[in-house]
């Protein structure tokens, strides 16, 4: 009997992680699906039943050095390999930098860039030994500067750095590295932030572009006009599945579209005349 490979994925209370974790199992996968608080893994509980799969349901806080190295040696006792590594965990935020506090800035780098680069440290040992799959899901906006998201986009745009220098070293070794990039998901990632960083803005000079931004961004992520988690996680399953992964795979049409944009840009006025619409009052 052929022992299924091991996925580690985290972020999965919500979202596109709790999606890829259901996928992922459906697919062959013996998920270990990690999350910050496991108060919170009822649903995903839930959801796998429903899907008739498993899941392993573990603690991590990519931003905790301890709860890093607890997991993975859980892993390799528990399981003796790994196969893939899915960092999905990331965290949103909006404002821009005269109105921040550095801390904030900080804290958004902690998450979505240094949280990535720890937890790839600590696994590439066990990814090596299986000549396994990296993969990351970045955004479009790792590709795309967008208006009022500065922190988040560097720190996205760290990311596809890292990973694009990494993959060929990697590779050496027979590891895998591919980067995701979704584009408006309707999730609860960015509908959360958005009070916060309207009332940071209230009686500054940016008080309307981040009206006006914000009311963009509603309507993209209306589940009307957004991409289902689902479906984001599809896209990410084909890329852990493919028999040779691309290095940079978008999970939609429209996130091929924008970044494209970008990828062509040379002079970047392309990309600067389309997101200057966004915080322009009506």
């Known amino acids: 009997m052929t022992t299924p490979p091991v996925l580690l994925i985290t972020g999965t209370s919500s979202g596109i992680g709790f999606s890829s974790a259901i996928a992922a199992a459906r697919a062959g996968f013996r998920v270990v699906a990690t999350m910050r608080d496991p108060g919170r893994s009822g649903a995903l509980d839930e959801a796998a039943a429903r899907a008739g799969v498993d899941v392993d349901i573990r603690q991590l806080d990519v931003t905790v050095p301890e709860s890093i190295s607890s997991c993975v040696a859980y892993i390799r006792e528990t399981y003796g390999r790994l196969d893939a590594l899915l960092n999905n965990a990331g965290a949103g935020h909006v404002g821009t930098?005269?109105?921040?506090?550095l801390a904030d800035v900080r804290a958004v780098f902690e998450v979505n860039f240094f949280g990535v680069v720890a937890l790839t440290?600590?696994?590439?040992?066990?990814?090596?030994e299986s000549r396994g799959r990296l993969v990351t899901v970045s955004s479009v906006g790792g590709v795309v500067g967008q208006p009022f998201n500065e922190a988040y986009c560097a720190a996205k745009f760290a990311v596809e750095g890292f990973m694009e220098s990494l993959a060929p070293v990697a590779a050496t070794q027979g590891v895998r590295v591919s980067v995701v990039e979704p584009a408006a998901v309707a999730t609860e990632f960015v509908p959360n932030i958005g009070l916060d960083a309207l009332q940071s803005a209230a009686g500054t000079p940016y008080a309307d572009a981040m009206s006006a931004y914000l009311a963009r961004t509603a309507t993209s992520f209306d589940p009307a006009n957004a991409q289902t988690p689902d479906s984001a996680a599809e896209a990410i399953v084909a890329v852990l599945t493919a028999a040779e992964p691309p290095a940079r795979a978008q999970t939609s049409d429209a996130a091929r579209r924008f970044a494209g944009m970008k990828l062509a840009d040379l002079d970047g006025s392309a990309v600067t005349s389309v997101t200057a619409t966004w915080v322009a009052s009506a």
């Open 97 to 101: 930098i005269e109105l921040e506090d």
């Open 121 to 128: 440290q600590a696994v590439l040992p066990l990814l090596r």
